[in-house]
């Protein structure tokens, strides 16, 4: 199969070239057939001479996932691919259309250890790492499927993004790097339960990216029965982190907030979460739990979510609820993936 080609640089692939002895300029011509034309095969590489053609087919590769389902919302505003991996490993992305653009929220692992009970994708634990090629094929191969553009990447499918953060880092800089998805690192969204050592080690990286922190609840007791992980690591260690990622990076934090119907969603929840966060400059982005048949948990009503809302934001924080997309089709975290095993 030879070298893997695809995720590399263009400064990489330029010195994979000329140590083979052919010119410099043709891998930008490579570059630029994979990352802004979505040509996957040597042989519609027309404009390389047919010798190269045929050596790069016999000592490199490029491997773009199998799409093996695909699903949209009724309203088209969400479309979930489900792919196979090179090794048979089965991983989700979903593409969510913005007024603003497209979205992409891509996985990072096949599998997660967190034990988030509302997640599907963590029920049989962590199977392995996504390569940061791999990563990057989620999202053409959505480019290539649905041919869109991407204005926006989120880190917040399956896995948890810090538990496999070289990989992680190398994607976001591939999706910044200009010469492949050029998409502004403000832009690119990193979602963490919250592992507070790796916040500390992502601060000092100063990339000008969102940090979003699943928070789930108001304390520890709470959030140990939602987050089985968060055991590791007190809430209020959690809330200094977030801090001092804020006033060493000036970037807001986004806590992430699934709202469960006699879980963490009363009004008394909503006043130790705000005395809680105190002072953080700080968005908070209010998630109604998304059951399914597999996970027996329940959002609560409309009038229940506002309150929860208005306590917050009298209490001087910022607070939205998520506008819901892709319910019908299972969008959520793993919910694809676990049906498709299930019928099969």
Not at 191 to 200: A, L, N, R
Not at 263 to 284: D, F, M, Q, T, Y
Not at 307 to 315: G, N, T
Request: with cysteine; net charge positive.
């Amino acid at each position: 199969m030879g070298l893997d080609i695809w995720g590399k640089s263009l400064k990489e692939l330029e010195e994979y070239i000329t140590l083979n002895n052919f010119p410099k300029f043709r891998a930008k011509q490579i570059h630029d057939y994979l990352y802004h034309r979505c040509i996957f095969t040597f042989d519609e590489m027309k404009q390389l001479p047919k010798n190269m053609r045929e050596w790069l087919k016999e000592n490199a590769s490029i491997y773009i996932p199998e799409v093996i389902n695909s699903i949209q919302s009724n309203d088209g505003n969400t479309t979930k691919i489900l792919f196979k991996l090179k090794d048979g490993s089965l991983a989700e992305t979903v593409c969510m259309h913005h007024k603003y653009g497209n979205s992409i929220c891509v996985s990072t692992q096949i599998g997660c250890a967190m034990g988030c009970i509302f997640c599907a994708s963590t029920r049989n634990g962590l199977e392995r790492n996504l390569t940061f090629g791999e990563m990057l094929s989620q999202v053409y191969a959505f480019k290539k499927l649905k041919n869109i553009s991407v204005h926006s990447i989120v880190l917040m499918g399956a896995g948890e993004p810090l538990t496999n953060y070289e990989n992680c880092l190398k994607f976001i800089k591939l999706c910044n790097d200009s010469s492949i998805l050029n998409i502004s690192y403000r832009n690119i969204t990193l979602s963490t339960c919250g592992i507070v050592p790796q916040i500390y080690r992502l601060e000092k990286e100063n990339l000008p990216i969102t940090l979003a922190i699943s928070l789930h609840a108001p304390n520890d007791k709470i959030r140990n029965e939602i987050l089985p992980s968060s055991k590791h690591f007190k809430i209020e260690d959690v809330i200094r982190a977030s801090k001092h990622y804020f006033e060493n990076t000036g970037r807001r934090i986004t806590f992430e907030y699934i709202l469960i119907k006699g879980i963490n969603a009363a009004p008394k929840h909503a006043v130790e979460l705000a005395k809680l966060i105190g002072n953080l400059n700080c968005h908070i982005n209010l998630i109604p739990v998304n059951g399914t048949e597999h996970i027996q948990l329940f959002a609560p009503s409309k009038k229940e979510i506002f309150e929860f809302q208005q306590i917050l934001e009298k209490m001087g924080k910022s607070a939205t609820v998520r506008r819901q997309m892709g319910n019908e089709i299972q969008a959520a975290c793993g919910q694809l993936k676990r049906r498709y095993l299930e019928n099969r």
